[in-house]
């Protein structure tokens, strides 16, 4: 049977495939500076972690932990983040990062020992257990509202010293609208939702964007994507498969350069369509990859299982018993 420590490390390396080829050079960047934490490390390790090194496991996860939460949260490098934080990136970091690492009570203690089946199935099985949990969370109505902070976070909009502070200050509450958008908290599960009967997750946040910021959409998508975007967007649009992260840095990292983009963005009315399309974006993305690479770990028949019982979360409807979904036999005797 499949090990408890190679269970773990499959699952890490699952989603570390989702985040697309590119991943770790593009994240580990500011780890570069530091003896022994960089992207060559980080394939060395890598590699170990999945011959079932237990430290490698342990290292890995927190190098990936610590790199995604400064992206997911703040960079003062980037043009359209917020140097006291953002929300933008939140489901990511705070929801499906967790789905992919918690030790949920199949990896945790003795009973993990207590189930039988193949290594597919028992890895189709322990994270679809994992990801039904995010997924109810998420997709639950009153969601995106209990994840909106109240007016009490300015200890991370003001300094200790600020003299400026007040109350009722205006540039706090436009900070708040921008950082904190209800969009930003529901944009993995409304993808979801909108992917349905679309052949890609991108299709419907790419349509969204087009009909929300109409005449600059052409342009702001050449400054993105390249100028030929047009046909890039047409694949992201109605062929399923795995992206690369480089692809969309300009998309995520914001680092473009680009004055017009920045006028476009920045200084117009189309920074909140922006910055929710970012965040849908980097969700469809996920979702886009996690699909297209999860057949390789459980197999076809156990993927397609695992969405529909995803989807099930989503419809509301009674879920499939996982054992016998994925062929699993539990004895929980032996683990008393």
């Known amino acids: 049977m499949l090990n408890c420590n190679n269970c773990k490390s499959t699952i890490l390396d699952i989603f570390i495939k989702s985040m697309g080829e590119g991943f770790p050079e593009v994240l580990f960047r500011h780890y570069n500076n530091e ?19 237990e430290m490698c496991l342990s ?43 918690r030790t949920n009570h199949f990896l945790d203690s003795e009973k993990y020992e207590t189930i039988a089946g193949n290594e597919k199935d028992i ?29 009490e976070p300015k200890v991370l909009f003001y300094k200790d010293d600020d003299k400026d502070y007040k109350e009722d200050d205006k540039d706090f509450k436009n900070w ?8 930003f908290y529901s944009s993995f599960s409304d993808v979801l939702k909108e992917a349905r009967n679309n052949k890609t997750f991108y299709k419907w946040p790419i349509d969204e964007f087009k009909k929300n910021i109409k005449n600059k959409y052409e ?10 975007y047009y046909s890039y967007v047409a694949k992201l649009k109605t062929k399923k498969d795995s992206r690369r992260w480089t692809s969309f840095e300009k998309l995520f990292g914001n680092k473009t350069n680009d004055k017009e983009l920045d ?9 909140a369509d922006y910055q929710i399309f ?7 993305y996920f979702l886009e990859n ?12 156990n993927a397609d299982k695992m969405w529909k019982i995803f989807y099930a979360i989503i419809d509301n409807e009674k879920l499939q018993n996982l054992e016998v979904a994925f062929n699993i036999k539990t004895d929980y005797s032996c683990g008393n």
């Open 290 to 301: 996690f699909r297209a690479v999860l057949p390789d770990y459980v197999g076809q028949e």
């Open 123 to 151: 890895i189709a099985y322990t994270l679809s257990d994992s990801l039904i949990k995010t997924f109810q969370k998420i997709c639950n109505k009153e969601y995106a509202d209990n994840c909106m902070p109240s007016n």
């Open 59 to 101: 290292e890995m996860t927190t190098m990936i932990n610590d790199a995604l939460c400064e992206f997911c949260q703040f960079d003062d490098d980037q043009k359209f983040s917020e140097s006291r934080g953002s929300d933008k990136y939140f489901n990511l970091y705070f929801e499906i990062w967790p789905a992919f690492t």
């Open 176 to 183: 708040k609208e921008r950082c904190f958008r209800p969009e």
């Open 219 to 228: 342009t702001v998508m050449s400054k993105v994507f390249g100028d030929d």
């Open 263 to 271: 006028d476009m963005v920045k200084k117009t009315d189309i920074l």
């Open 278 to 284: 970012q965040s849908r974006m980097l969700a469809a």
């Open 35 to 53: 003896r022994g934490k960089n992207s060559n490390n980080f394939k060395q390790k890598l590699a170990k972690m999945k011959n079932g090194d």
